[in-house]
């Protein structure tokens, strides 16, 4: 393939820079865990898997959205002490959950359809499946039922008996974060560069709030684009729901305002166009740190398939996180929001 040979100017050496302060850290954080396995329920469990697939077909016919909601919480689930469940736990006289921090707060979504498959499950096979599997599957399903690719999941997770909450807007990246923020925030995680290009490309479901795309909106959106005439009308259709001054806070728009439903690479074709919804998300294209991102913005944009395979070999990644902790004292829990009594 005729790959070009990056030219190493020094925000790239500052990038590699961040890659080794980063990965010294990720080494503490990722030692000694079981490894998952693929058939880790074969015996212990053999409907489980068919069990969520089923129960998020239902959730997902019956609104494409929920598919968004699932992924999102997986996410939020691994940044935050490694994939345990953590997000899942209800706020309790002794434990402080992660579902008011901040970037959580009245962002996170679809705890039902989990609390409804991890039921079904437990009917089955008591006390076997974690939440944190059981999550990790639904987020794989959510993206096959709304038209992306399929995976192989690696299981054998434990639910964690403590939240992070003070991890959250620490560990997570924000809307407004800049693009090196975001990629130090992926290294500390053990992913790399081309995880966070392919990762973010859930963003082609889903929706996001006013809050979040406002600083974008009257900021550098590029109104006037000879890439797409229609720009203007779009950016004013955005700015109608979404007033500068205040107001329409909690109003949604869709990230990918082409095909919002549907799990393709046309997230990559609007940050080409300079219309990304979220600053974060036109970062990956435009930022003058972003020579490797925007090179894989570019390379995704044109190729469906090499978006697939790396965005399924990211979400392997993404659910490999963990924590040691939770391995030495996790559980399965009985209902994913409070820990076992
Ligand atoms: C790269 C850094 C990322 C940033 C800065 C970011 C930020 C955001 C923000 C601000 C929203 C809108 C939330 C709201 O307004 O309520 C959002 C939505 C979403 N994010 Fe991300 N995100 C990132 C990466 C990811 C990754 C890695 C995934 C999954 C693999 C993901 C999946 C989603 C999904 C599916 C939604 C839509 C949720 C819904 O429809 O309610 N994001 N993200
Ligand atoms: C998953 O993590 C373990 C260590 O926790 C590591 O040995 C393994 O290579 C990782 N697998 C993938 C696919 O990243």
Redesign the pocket.
């Given at each position: 393939m005729a790959t070009p040979v990056s030219v190493y100017s020094w925000p790239s050496s500052f990038q590699l820079m961040l890659l080794f302060v980063f990965s010294i850290f990720s080494i503490g954080l990722h030692a000694s865990a079981p490894p998952l396995t693929l058939d880790y329920y074969a015996l212990t469990c053999p409907t489980a898997l068919a069990i969520v697939r089923q129960e998020m077909e239902c959730a997902v016919l019956s609104d494409p959205?929920n598919a968004?909601?699932i992924?999102?919480l997986h996410?939020h689930d691994c940044f935050v002490q490694g994939c345990d469940a953590s997000v899942l736990l209800d706020d309790t006289y002794g434990l402080q959950g992660e579902k008011t921090a901040s970037i959580n707060f009245h962002?996170l979504?679809g705890f039902r359809i989990i609390d409804r498959i991890k039921n079904k499950i437990e009917s089955e096979c008591p006390g076997t499946v974690s939440c944190a599997d059981i999550l990790t599957v639904a987020a794989r399903d959510a993206v096959i039922l709304v038209g992306g690719p399929f995976w192989e999941v690696p299981l054998g997770r434990k639910d964690s008996k403590t939240a992070g909450y003070a991890l959250v807007d620490t560990n997570l990246?924000?809307?407004d974060?800049g693009l090196l923020s975001?990629i130090s925030k992926f290294l500390y995680q053990g992913l790399s560069v081309t995880d966070?290009v392919a990762?973010?490309g859930?963003?082609t479901?889903?929706?996001?709030?006013c809050v979040?795309y406002r600083s974008r909106i009257y900021g550098d959106f590029e109104t006037t684009s000879e890439l797409d005439p229609s720009a203007e009308t779009y950016v004013s259709n955005l700015r109608a729901t979404c007033p500068a001054a205040g107001g329409g806070e909690d109003y949604e728009s869709a990230m990918d305002y082409v095909t919002p439903n549907l799990f393709d690479n046309t997230y990559y074709h609007i940050l080409l166009k300079g219309e990304g919804l979220?600053n974060?998300d036109q970062e990956l294209y435009s930022s003058v740190f972003g020579m490797e991102t925007k090179k894989l913005v570019q390379q995704y944009a044109e190729n469906a398939v090499a978006f697939f395979e790396q965005f399924s070999e990211s979400m392997v990644k993404?659910g490999n996180i963990t924590n040691p902790d939770t391995y030495v004292d996790g559980e399965v829990r009985k209902n994913c929001r409070f820990v076992n009594t």
């Open positions: 959205r968004a909601l992924l999102r996410f962002a979504k990246p924000g809307s974060d975001i966070v990762l973010s859930a963003h479901i889903g929706m996001a709030r979040n979220l974060s993404l």
